[in-house]
């Protein structure tokens, strides 16, 4: 075990700590994870320090020098993330101590582990919302695909499990398409929460340091800085909406992977799983499984755990900064890592699929899906709804008597039922003409669902150029560039 003088805070401690109390403290077996983003804001910090001629000349430029090279090694794997250190800001410490001597124990001037891990920790957010982002782009994409090729492949739509109107498989699948829509909008509002910074905050009280916690902001490429020195340390509610959006992603898969589970079975069989997507059973020879899917379905839970760790971290937590928030970043790693696994997997199966449109077409038959229909074919010639609602049931009941659809019903049949029925009323009963009665806005009716696929298309492509706007940390590009050292204090 490390001594007290290898520690960022030993000087006041004379005896050793517990080995227990090491093990069961130490963050570094997972923050190393953060390793990348502390670098970053530790080099905004050591740019800042240094323009603000905090640091000298000489040890601005050997910590500036020392902490780009830390990030060159670690992001091509010549240096691993690795030792005995208490977490991943002894390590950056330790491991610019080894290279450049005495300048690198003036890194930590003006800061505290609090607003450092605060700043780690949402360029780490945002970072890993631009690949979520990313990865939910292409899975949208691969869904509208999937609903170009389907526009007049007509399926009973569902509540209750239960057949009820006809609509397209393009216009399901776009139901599909809108639920992770709304969570890409609502990952580009966790970029934005994430990104205030709390570098200049300190322990809690800032520092007596001349800072300047705005140039801070610029060079690690957030959008405001911090108002309160307090807030800024304690906060974690950025973690808690990416938390909650990636479990609501999640829930959002899983009734997708359900469909497919349902929709794959014997039972339904509106769907094959391709060999790309399919697992056998050690026992069955005949089985071809959706266990992706059921994997998929499971992941949910998981999520929603990580998510109430979260809240439950910050319930009755005082101000500020206190160590439970070490756990929020093994739940957060989960979450993003389980959501961005799902999104790859949702994809694949949605290209995997094989949809059966006579299988889906056969299920219109037997449960009466235009029974609606009729009752609106009433309604539009004068009879009150609940009346008409009435009737159609008695013409529901004698097609079951008679063992016909509403559509084949003979018209004197149907009259002893509907007295005003007449030949038009079969305009709207069979399922392809109520489909393209459904005219409404966002309804099925084949020209709604092209014009909801153009939306779809509109929506999809400002996902993605916000994709395409996402940069590093502009001091991260100074770096890249050569121009690091360039405009310091002589």
Known sequence: MSSPGDKLWGGRFSGRVDPQIERFTCSFPFDRRLALDDLVGSLAHARMLAERGILGPADGRAVLEGLAGLIDDVESGELEVDGVDEDIHSWIERSLSERIGDPAKRLHTARSRNDQVGTALRLFARRQVSGLQAELVALGSVLLERASEHLDTVLPGYTHLQRGQPVSLAHHLLAHFWA???????????????????????????????????????????????ANSMFAV???????????????????????????????????????????????????PQKRNPEPA?????????????????????????????????????????VVDTANGSLATSRVLASGLLFDPDAMRQALYGSFVTATDLADWLVVRGVPFRSAHEQTGLAVKKAEELESELWELPLEALQECVPLADESVYEVLAPEKSLRAHRSAGGPAPERVREQLERARGQLDELTAWCELQTEPPVLSLHRDGKLLEDLPA
């Open 294 to 334: 059921e994997i998929l379905r499971g992941k949910a839970g998981r999520g929603l755990g990580d998510l109430v760790a979260h809240l439950v971290q910050l319930k009755g937590l005082p101000l500020t900064y206190n160590s439970d928030l070490q756990e929020d970043k093994e739940a957060l790693f989960d």
């Open 180 to 226: 992770i829509e709304a969570d890409g909008r609502r990952l580009i509002r966790c970029h934005e929460a994430a990104g205030t910074s709390p570098l200049g905050a300190g322990a809690l009280a800032g520092t007596p340091h001349p800072i300047d916690p705005e140039r801070s902001t610029e060079l690690l490429g957030f959008s405001r800085t911090f």
């Open 234 to 284: 304690a906060d974690r509610d950025y973690v808690v909406e990416l938390s909650f959006t990636c479990s609501l992603l999640l829930v959002h898969l899983s009734r997708w992977a359900e469909e497919i589970v349902l929709w794959t079975s014997s039972e339904f069989g509106f769907a094959k799983l391709s060999d790309a997507i399919a697992k056998g059973s050690s026992i069955m």
